[in-house]
């Protein structure tokens, strides 16, 4: 008999739910286990009284409707690093062991995390200094947690291909340059993906710094052939050669990417006069439903999760590789960042199909 903890941290995906019905349902039906859901990541360690409740896979809808919802029933934040946690007094200092002593006084004898690279780096090291029993579950619609596919990913790369799939045949009704903004911090995997499943003529990406001149050039080729339209799609980090990438301050005091697909359009029509369009699609890409591709990884990874924690293997990320889920060691999932591989298949298949990546 075990209690397990499980929380999501970082920005939320879709999937996310299915993994907490997976854990829960493995844990409890297959093993006997108690299963403790943490409220909004870290914070809810770091909260007084702790925000815990446990989980019942007999709770009416609990597996249906977890297996379909977007978002995360848990509660997830980005700001809630325990080594430099702003305090109710406003000041920001290093409570960490708070968050250790409330894993081990609710008696936990595993954690599962759902994190990103930045998430399950902080729950890493928390766990290093306070003996917590950590299995990671790895989602981030950038794809960038390195030796796996992450959760969420196949969604949003869906999603971005929905709205190309719409953008078209708005584009050739009013012969229009339709620029697509995608998320994707540090990573162009959405942009790449979507852009190739959506037929986008130019896919711009942080991996490869643009030059405006060969954007423009592939635009006028574009026109030159007859056709009416174009699409660009852009990720929100890719930024101009020998520039830095466009940011936005927020209200909270933090800068976000934002803004180049906004700068391409004006750029393209300041340049060659033809009519253009942006969208951002934002959060859209986050918080919808998983498709099928999520939904059967969040199922594979919650099991894989549960098991490694039966068999007493911490410290280990589930990652999906090949079509298969395996387990490999946190450390080297957080050890390097995954960018697009620039000798990669779909580079070069992007490269073959004439579209610009915007250095050529
Ligand atoms: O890391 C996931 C991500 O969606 C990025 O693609 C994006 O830059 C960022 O999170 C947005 O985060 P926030 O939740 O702060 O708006």
Not at 226 to 248: I, Q, Y
Request: glycine letters at 12%.
């Amino acid at each position: 008999m075990k209690r397990i903890g499980i929380l999501t941290c970082g920005g939320d995906c879709a999937g996310l739910n299915a993994a907490i019905r997976s854990v829960t349902q493995c844990a409890i039906l297959k093993y006997g286990w108690e299963v403790y859901g943490i409220r909004n990541g870290t914070v809810g360690l770091l909260t007084d009284p702790p925000l815990v409740e446990k989980l019942d896979v007999n709770f009416k809808g609990f597996g249906h409707a977890l297996l379909r919802m977007g978002g995360t029933i848990l509660g997830s934040t980005s700001k809630g690093n325990p080594f430099s946690y702003k305090k109710e007094d406003g000041t920001m200092g290093d409570c960490s062991n708070q968050a250790i002593e409330v894993y081990h006084k609710l008696g936990l004898d595993a954690l599962i995390a759902i994190g990103g690279d930045g998430g399950l780096k902080i729950m890493s090291q928390l766990a290093e200094l306070g003996n917590i029993n950590l299995v990671g579950i790895p989602k981030t619609i950038d794809n960038d947690v390195s030796h796996t596919e992450a959760l969420g990913f196949s969604t949003a790369v869906e999603v971005a291909t929905y709205a190309l799939d719409g953008l078209q045949p708005t584009a050739a009704s009013h012969d229009r340059v339709m620029v697509l903004e995608v998320m994707g911090r540090d990573a162009g995997h959405i942009a790449l993906n979507a852009g190739l499943a959506g037929g986008a003529d130019v896919i711009l990406i942080p991996e490869i710094p643009f030059k405006m001149q060969h954007i423009i050039q592939k635009i006028q080729s574009v026109i030159q052939t007859g056709r009416n339209f174009a699409l660009v799609v852009v990720a929100e980090s890719a930024r101009m050669a020998e520039k830095d990438p466009l940011m936005v301050r927020y209200e909270d005091g933090a800068e976000r990417y934002g803004g180049v697909g906004d700068f391409i359009s004006r750029q393209l029509s300041e340049a060659i006069h033809v009519e253009t369009r942006t969208m951002v699609l934002g959060h859209i890409q986050r918080g919808g439903q998983p498709i099928a591709k999520d939904r059967i990884m969040a199922a594979a990874f919650g099991v894989k999760a549960v098991q490694l924690i039966a068999q007493e293997k911490y410290g280990r990320m589930v990652a999906w590789q090949h079509q298969e889920v395996v387990d490999i060691p946190l450390k080297d999932a957080l050890g390097s960042y995954q960018t697009v591989d620039l000798n990669g298949s779909l580079i070069t298949t992007a490269r073959g199909l004439g579209i610009s990546l915007g250095d050529e």
